[in-house]
């Protein structure tokens, strides 16, 4: 049953802002932010803009919101792939498959980072700000991942494990923009290189 389930003739409050919330986040994945209206919700929605202004009085509104939606879903995606894995290493190869498996069933699709990063400069300080929040908690995680794994022998590699992962975002972020040109193939290569530089 969707989250915005009719009651009676209309959505409760909450159930509306998640539909909205839902819908907008479908819309990111074939446009960028600044591509994309209120208007173009409405229609799709099949409501007045004013029922988004009320939930999001402004598309910086809607776009705070859009990141913490996605945060809590990539929080739970995590959350399931750290609770099975047997350790680090584990944990790490579990992430790089998940990422293949995830970024190549979005086809023609957008990734939600991408929809924002593409307007980078044009985007308010403000959903910048909370953009950058995001991509560096992520970040985070996979260099204490690459410290942990290192530490008990199940990766090596020179460096930091900062600058490490950053290295493999950039990798697999570049790969997801050049996989519709290049192909699949080109993005399994990706992965498979990652793996085999940390010795996975």
Known sequence: MPAYQLVGSCLAVSDRKQQILETAAELLTHKSFAAFSYQDLAERLGIR???????????????????????????????????????????????????????LDMGNQVCPAGAFEVDGQALSDRVREELKAEKLTFLEQIAELLQAARGAGEVAFLGEPRDQAATMLAALQGARQAEPVLGREFFRGVVRQLKRSLGL
């Open 49 to 103: 803009k004013a029922s988004i202004h009320h939930h999001f009085a402004t598309k910086d509104d809607l776009g705070v919101a859009l990141l913490g939606f996605w945060r809590e879903r990539s929080g739970a995606m995590m959350a399931e792939l750290l609770g099975d894995a047997t350790g680090p290493g584990d944990a790490l190869t579990r992430i790089l498959d998940r990422c293949e498996e995830v970024l």
